[in-house]
């Protein structure tokens, strides 16, 4: 799914500042994307060029394969109980902070580390704000739910696509195995509302709508990095 209109530079200048959160002894939550790759990027030279001492807890099995190739030393997330700071992705993100993930398919994982982090910082560029969210909201799902999941998503008002792998025939799988609907709102007035309606659902794995959890939005600009609290 491309849900992206950001530059490079602008993407980077937002994954490094974040980058230079991360402290000495800390745990990091290493998020999926474009984005959270250029924070990636940063700490490992920071582990290389300056020793710092972290373990990183990487939210996908792409990112665990970029930290590993760029030498962040790592912990799965079955090891850790909290994370000092995670930095991740967004496809969209409200002025309240609220954020839309899972357009790598990994916001599962994603949710689960950045629910445990002290500090979950966002990284973006600015196509990724809106006042209002109102991309697809990913869902994943059991895949022998997958009809009855639609059913009630259609239910809630929504209009679900199975997404379909860009690269072969069939539909994305993700890292626990599962499908992904991509559900359209419109404008989602009340995100916490569907939020806990999404979580109720039988055979919902885990969806995108990340609500009241990011601590702050770090978007990269043409020449720096604006902070939102
Ligand atoms: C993956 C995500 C990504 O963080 C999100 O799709 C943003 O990616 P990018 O920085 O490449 O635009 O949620 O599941």
């Not at 940063?42 to 930290?67: K, N, Q, W, Y």
């Not at 006042?131 to 009809?147: C, G, K, M, S």
């Not at 978007?219 to 939102?228: I, L, M, Y």
């Amino acid at each position: 799914m491309k849900t992206t209109g950001g530059t490079d530079d602008q993407k980077r200048r937002a994954g490094e500042r974040a980058a230079d959160l991360v402290t000495d002894g800390a745990t990091v939550g290493l998020g999926t994307g474009s984005t959270a790759a250029f924070a990636v990027r940063a700490i490992a030279r920071a582990v290389e060029e300056d020793g710092l001492d972290v373990r990183g807890v990487p939210t996908s099995f792409a990112t665990r394969e970029l930290a590993r190739e760029e030498g962040i030393p790592l912990a799965s997330l079955d090891e850790v109980e909290t994370v000092d700071v995670a930095i991740d992705g967004a496809d969209q993100v409200d002025d309240a902070l609220n954020a839309i993930k899972g357009g790598g398919a990994a916001h599962a994982r994603e949710k689960i580390v950045d629910a445990a982090a002290e500090r979950f910082v966002v990284v973006a560029d600015p196509s990724k704000t809106a006042a209002t969210l109102d991309r697809a909201v990913p869902v994943e799902v059991l895949p022998d739910a997958r009809t009855t999941v639609a059913a009630r998503l259609r239910e809630l008002g929504g209009d679900p696509t199975l997404r379909s792998a860009e690269r072969k025939d069939g539909p994305v799988v993700t890292d626990n195995g599962n499908l992904v609907l991509d559900c359209e709102f419109g404008a989602i007035d009340d995100p916490a509302s569907l939020a806990a309606d999404l979580s109720a659902t039988p055979g919902c794995v885990e969806h995108g709508l990340f609500v009241g959890m990011a601590d702050e939005v770090y978007v990269g600009t043409d020449d720096g990095v604006e902070v939102r609290t």
